[in-house]
């Protein structure tokens, strides 16, 4: 795994407070961690946190998956 | 009842007769205060007065960047803010026909947009520790109108539109939003008016007095606690009954 993705599933088991073997790369972060709108918000604002990038609203709204999150950040980083 | 050891707390405009008594009492009540203003040598008397747990910032909500820079010091001097109250207010009265537009803009900018930049500047460490208290002070006003205050009652119905919407986000994580709506305060304005005016004022309210800055500090160090968590998203009239809303 690379070190991004590593760092994705650490913000994602912490912020929703999941077991980390439930943080796959197609895992949805509404439909199978059980985020609302408001942890995705606090999702993406982590991830800005600590990867230094800022990710627009309409590409927040694009990251639905783990992946997507590794992908966005993988070519922005 | 109503004990805010180790809680810290931000009021703004601690330097008016309201937000010092608010400051008092959230400090009486056991919190940590940061106090803002404008007048740096005012906030020091009161902090003079209130002892240790307090923190001066000064600062001038008029201007965007030191507002950010206030939420940032508040944060830094206390390590979090658990307990916003956006006090600070101004007037600029004046019939609409003959409203500058900076007397609307600025009236706006301090009562208004200040408060939503300091409530944004908060919401992630609140919503972090999964609670947080952000109480804004409006004003009957906001709610029946009152002639030659065009910008100040809309920014004060601004505060509480604000604060149902800001109520509705963050409620499900132990943050709560509400206003505080005085009505006629004994304040250094009232005190210059003379027996006529007084009687023409006191005639409009059923209790027959003017209320105290302690009345309004009571109803905000209620919605500041612990107790007061499952209220959100509401305005509670401080009036002695002059509008029953």
């Known amino acids: 795994m690379s070190e991004i993705a590593e760092k994705v599933k650490k913000i994602v088991v912490e912020h929703l407070g999941v077991d980390e073997d439930k943080v796959t790369d197609t895992a949805s972060f509404i439909d199978d961690l059980g985020a609302d709108s408001l942890d995705t918000v606090e999702l993406v604002m982590a991830f800005e946190e600590e990867f230094g990038i800022e990710i627009p609203d309409d590409a927040a709204e694009k990251i639905q998956t783990v992946k997507d999150a590794i992908d966005f950040i993988s070519a922005n980083a | ?245």
């Open chain 2, 1 to 245: 009842m109503f004990d805010l050891t180790g809680k810290k707390a931000l009021v703004t405009g601690a330097t008016g007769g309201i937000g010092e008594a608010i400051a008092a009492a959230l400090h009486a009540a056991g919190a940590e205060v940061a106090i803002s203003g404008t007048r740096a040598e005012k906030l020091e008397e009161l902090k003079a007065k209130l002892g240790d747990r307090v923190h001066v910032i000064p600062a001038n909500l008029s201007d965007r960047a030191s507002v950010d820079a206030l939420a940032a010091s508040a944060q830094e001097a206390m390590g979090g803010v658990d307990i916003l109250v956006n006090n600070a207010g101004i007037t600029r009265d004046g019939l609409a026909m003959r409203m500058k537009d900076d007397d609307w803009d600025s009236v706006m900018q301090v009562n208004l947009e200040s408060a939503f930049r300091l409530s944004k500047a908060m919401l992630r460490p609140m919503m972090k520790a999964r609670f947080g208290r952000i109480i804004n002070i409006t004003s009957v006003v906001g709610v029946t109108g009152n002639p030659g205050q065009c910008n100040y009652a809309a920014s004060k119905a601004g505060l509480i539109g604000m604060s149902k919407s800001l109520a509705q986000e963050v409620a499900s994580r132990g943050i709560t939003v509400n206003c505080v709506a005085p009505g006629f305060i004994v304040t250094p304005m009232t005190d210059a008016l003379n027996d006529d005016q007084k009687k023409a004022i006191t005639d409009g309210i059923p209790a027959g007095t003017l209320g105290t800055p302690e009345d309004i500090a009571a109803a905000v160090l209620y919605l500041s606690s612990l107790e007061a968590g499952y209220v959100t998203g509401q305005t509670l009239h401080v009036n002695g009954g002059m509008a029953m809303i």
